[in-house]
């Protein structure tokens, strides 16, 4: 018969509990995405609005969302719900503060993501009153 002291059994259980999380890792994350056929999805941001307002996604497609403000002053894609659901390129996460894409005037910006679950995400450029008079659209993910 084989004896354990306690502390073999500790040692044991310490292993297994830290091995635990990388595995579940390495099976849990979602897969790599095939950025090679993104599609892409123009969106302008001029004064007071997004054309097209309304984005529509599939979900598990991948797209490249190209922002482009068009105005003379500055805007930002504000869409906290949808940003932080969807699969971003690891590269293109740091376009994205606080929920939200900021653009300069003149300046483009792309973001390859993977769209999210089903719904609808909204839209909205936070600077001071632009969303009240209009600046707001949805993203639909079918």
């Not at 007071?48 to 979900?59: D, G, L, V």
């Amino acid at each position: 018969m084989i004896a354990f002291r306690m502390t073999d059994v500790r040692l044991v259980a310490v292993a297994i509990l830290m091995l635990a999380p990388l595995e579940a890792a390495s099976q849990g994350g979602p897969p790599a995405a095939d950025w090679s056929h993104a599609e892409t999805l123009a969106v302008e941001l001029s004064s007071f609005k997004f054309a097209p307002s309304t984005i529509t996604m599939k979900q598990g497609q991948t797209y490249d969302l190209h922002l482009t403000n068009v105005s003379s002053g500055g805007h930002d894609f504000a869409a906290r719900e949808f940003f932080a659901a969807a699969q971003v390129m690891d590269g293109d996460r740091a376009r994205i503060t606080g929920g939200k894409v900021s653009l300069d005037a003149g300046q483009s910006i792309d973001v390859h993501l993977v769209a999210p679950a089903a719904g609808s995400y909204k839209v909205r450029c936070t600077h001071l009153m632009h969303s009240t008079f209009g600046m707001t659209g949805e993203i639909v993910v079918q």
